[in-house]
């Protein structure tokens, strides 16, 4: 794992703020095509399907890299398609080690005619490609500068977007050898992107009750935050979902999934939540909670099997 994909696990707890180890888990997508989509993020994203179980009329099936989770797909056919107004996920931004590493995945989402590729940037933290799966899901396929890179200004990180050419990037770091080792290649969930209806009260719940910890706040119409000084773990923007209700049931984002490294940091979340009177639920090994607009937030020990993702 590259040092800019992760943070020092301070293991204090200080009841403001998620712990500096605090990372990102498997997202969980409602599809209405099971098969179609499983079949797209295994060519596209090179993902493999790890173990699948059938809850009800629902079957999960989880997919990722070696042993990590990166996706968990829900069926649940019949359900509205995709609505790019409302609120709910923006994108699923996956994290690669390496130049080559994400050159190799972005060739295959390129090469893949169900993908819509969306664009390229260099945001100054990181180098990223945007595309959108058959069903409407945004997905973002990206590398990290080193954290040495990294600039502030006024004690905020400095982010940008500017262009970046994909086909000189491909010319520059697609390896034949890595290319076609790509599903043994690491690969993570980085970051969540949140559509919402307005960033305030989106930044009262993820910064001010979950403890996220603000790193952006001047981009217009987004709200950047992290735990351990990522350059973020969480984004909430209103592009196309400014003044959005409650979120309609529908395909697209059934969950968000965060991990702390310990049982301690629950139980300061949970405290958290008390005070900021935010209904919650407590299983032990997670807390699980709903942002203002419905989307829903799991936050969980580390280390869980695939099996305890399929139960969630």
């Known amino acids: 794992?590259?040092?800019?994909?992760?943070?020092?696990?301070?293991?204090?707890?200080?009841?403001?703020?998620?712990?500096?180890?605090?990372?990102?888990?498997?997202?969980?997508?409602?599809?209405?095509?099971?098969?179609?989509?499983?079949?797209?993020?295994?060519?596209?994203?090179?993902?493999?399907?790890?173990?699948?179980?059938?809850?009800?009329?629902?079957?999960?099936?989880?997919?990722?890299?070696?042993?990590?989770?990166?996706?968990?797909?829900?069926?649940?056919?019949?359900?509205?398609?995709?609505?790019?107004?409302?609120?709910?996920?923006?994108?699923?931004a996956f994290l690669f080690d390496d130049a080559s590493s994400l050159a190799a995945t972005v060739y295959r989402a390129g090469t893949d005619d169900r993908s819509r590729f969306v664009g390229s940037s260099d945001h100054l933290v990181s180098e990223a490609f945007y595309f959108t799966d058959p069903e409407g899901n945004g997905i973002e396929l990206y590398t990290d500068r080193d954290r040495s890179r990294w600039t502030y200004e006024h004690g905020e990180l400095q982010m940008s977007?500017?262009?970046?050419?994909?086909?000189?990037?491909?010319?520059?770091?697609?390896?034949?050898?890595?290319?076609?080792e790509a599903p043994k290649q690491a690969g993570r969930v980085g970051h969540v992107h949140l559509q919402v209806g307005d960033t305030a009260t989106a930044t009262a719940f993820y910064v001010d009750a979950l403890g996220f910890e603000t790193t952006v706040s001047s981009y217009p119409g987004a709200v950047f935050a992290s735990a351990g000084g990522y350059h973020h773990h969480i984004a909430m923007n209103t592009w196309n979902s400014a003044g959005a209700g409650p979120r309609a049931a529908s395909l697209g984002l059934g969950d968000v999934a965060v991990t702390v490294p310990g049982r301690e940091d629950l139980e300061a979340l949970a405290a958290r939540l008390t005070t900021k009177q935010v209904p919650f639920a407590d299983t032990g090994a997670s807390v699980v909670v709903h942002d203002p607009w419905g989307t829903q937030v799991t936050v969980a020990l580390p280390h869980t099997t695939t099996e305890d993702l399929l139960l969630r």
């Open 1 to 92: 794992m590259t040092e800019s994909a992760t943070a020092s696990t301070t293991p204090a707890v200080d009841g403001i703020t998620l712990n500096a180890g605090t990372a990102m888990d498997a997202v969980s997508l409602r599809v209405g095509d099971l098969e179609g989509m499983s079949s797209y993020y295994a060519n596209a994203l090179a993902l493999e399907p790890l173990e699948e179980r059938s809850r009800g009329t629902e079957v999960h099936r989880v997919l990722g890299r070696g042993a990590t989770p990166m996706v968990r797909l829900i069926a649940t056919p019949g359900l509205p398609a995709v609505d790019p107004r409302q609120a709910g996920l923006f994108h699923t």
């Open 161 to 180: 977007t500017l262009f970046l050419d994909p086909n000189a990037y491909l010319q520059r770091h697609l390896d034949p050898e890595t290319l076609a």
